[in-house]
C-alpha cells in the first residue's frame, strides 16, 4: 500500500486528535478523516511550492468528484495521527491524491483512501489546469 | 428566559440530533450547538421573508461578533431538539439573536443563548444596513 | 443509479443545507455529505422500526469500514437536499447501505455513494449480529 | 486582555487553518473557533502534566456550561493561527479557562474568550474534583 516513499514524494503531516473529532462510540467519527484528508493535501501542497491559495489566485478551484476511504483500527482521543498524502495520478484536467493516516506511535494504520480532483473555474465548469499550474504540478510530481 | 411568544416573533425549527453532533462523553459536542443556533437564524430569515440568501445578494454580510451560550442539560442522539430564535436587539449597524434550544419530547432546556452581528461589506468594513433591508427587519421584528 | 423503489426500500429524509457547512469555494464542503450520508442511515433505522439507538443497547456497534462517494453538481446555501438511502447487501455480520443526495426542487443529483459497515462489539471485535437483530434487518430489508 | 504570559501559565499552540473550517463568506466559520479552544484546553492539559485523558480515567468529566467568544479580525485559509489558553479561575467543582486566539504572523487578534466548567460523573451529576486531581490543578494553575 504504501509507495516508495521518494517517487511520488509522500508528505507527512502529524497532530494530535481533537476531542471534538470523536463521537459516541469513543472513537474519530468516520467524517474526521476526510477532513484530515483535505488538510494532508493543504500540507503537500505547501510542501511542493504549489500552495492551493497559490492556485485559488490563478481564477479556478480544485473540485473534489470522488472519495474512496478504507477505515482499518479506530484513532483515538488523546494520541496523534500522522496523514501521509501523495500524488497518485496527474493529467491535465485532474489529479488522484493517495492517503495512509497512521498512528506514529506504534504504526497502526487507521486509513487508506484516495481522492479525485477536477479543476474548474469560479462558476464551477471544468477546465483544463493554467499551462504555468501544469508546468508546477509537473515538477511536484 | 422564554419571551412573550409573539412580540417579538419566536421562530421554531426541530430537527433530530446527528450521529456525527456526538461526542467521546456520550453526548452533543458543545460545538454543534453553535451550529444549531446559526440554523435557528435561517429559518428565522426564511420565516419572515428575509432569507439570508437575499440579504448577501445585496452585496453585504452579517458578521457575527459575539456568542454567547450556557449549557444546561446535555442532548443526545436519537432524540429531537427544537431551536427556538427571536430577534433581541436590532439596530441600523447590527442586530443581536436570542436562542432556546429544547428538547420538544420533555421540555429540557439544553441551552440558552445569544449571538451578536453587524452588518459588514464583502471586504469586511462595518457598513449600516441597506435602506430597504432596514425595513424588512423593522417589520420582521 | 435508483433503484426500483420498492424493493429494497428506499427512505428519504429532506432539510436545508446549513451555512456551517459550506466552505470558502461557496458550495456545500465535501465532508457534510458524509454526515448527510450518515443522516440518511439514522432515518432508513427510524422508518424500518431498528433505530440505531435500539441496536447499541443490544451492546453492539456499527463500525464504518467503507466510504465510496463520488461527488457530481455542488449543493449550496439555501437550497434543500433530499438524502435517499437503502440497504443494498446485508449479512451475518455486515452491511452496505447506498445513498443519493439530490436536490428535491430541481432533480439535480449532488452525490452518489455507499457506505459498508461490520458489526462489532464495545471493545471493537468483529462480530455476528445478534439473532433477533439478524431477523429485524431481513424484515426491514 | 492578555495575562501576565508567567502567572498564570499561558499555553500556546500553533497550527494551520484548515479549508473544512471556512465558509461561504470565505473566512472561518465562528463554530471552528470554539473546536480551537478545546484543542487549546487539550494542550494546555497536555503541558501542565493533567492530560484530558486522565482526568477521564478517575471517572469524571469536565462538562462545558458556558462559552463566551467575541470575534474581531476573521482567521482565512493560508494562514496559522496561535490559540493561547490559560486558567483563569479554579474551584473544587469547576473551572474557567482564557483564550486568545491570534495570526502569530502578523499579530492580529482573532477571537477572546471564555469557556466554564464544571466536573461532573459519568452520569452527569455533578461533582467535586478528586483530591489527587484538585492537588494538581492547584500546581498547574
Redesign the interface.
Known amino acids: 500500500m504504501k509507495p516508495d516513499t521518494s517517487t511520488p514524494e509522500v508528505v507527512e503531516t502529524t497532530?494530535?486528535v481533537?476531542?471534538?473529532e470523536?463521537?459516541?462510540?469513543?472513537?474519530v467519527?468516520?467524517?474526521a478523516y476526510?477532513?484530515w484528508m483535505?488538510?494532508g493535501r493543504?500540507?503537500w501542497g505547501r510542501a511542493q511550492g504549489t500552495?492551493?491559495?497559490d492556485f485559488i489566485a490563478t481564477g479556478f478551484?480544485l473540485?473534489?468528484?470522488?472519495?474512496?476511504?478504507?477505515?482499518?483500527v479506530?484513532a483515538r482521543?488523546?494520541q496523534r495521527v500522522t496523514v501521509r498524502t501523495w500524488l497518485e495520478k496527474f493529467g491535465s484536467r485532474g489529479m488522484t491524491f493517495a492517503y495512509e493516516i497512521i498512528n506514529p506511535d506504534d504504526g497502526a494504520v487507521h486509513l487508506t483512501g484516495t481522492t479525485r480532483h477536477i479543476c474548474v473555474t469560479r462558476e464551477?465548469r471544468p477546465a483544463r489546469f493554467p499551462e504555468a499550474w501544469l508546468a508546477r504540478l509537473e515538477a511536484a510530481k
Chains 1, 2, 3, 4 share one sequence.
Open positions: 497532530f494530535y481533537r476531542f471534538a470523536t463521537d459516541a462510540m469513543g472513537v467519527h468516520h467524517a476526510i477532513v483535505e488538510e493543504s500540507v500552495p492551493y491559495n478551484y473540485a473534489l468528484v470522488e472519495v474512496k476511504a478504507r477505515y482499518t479506530p482521543y488523546g464551477g
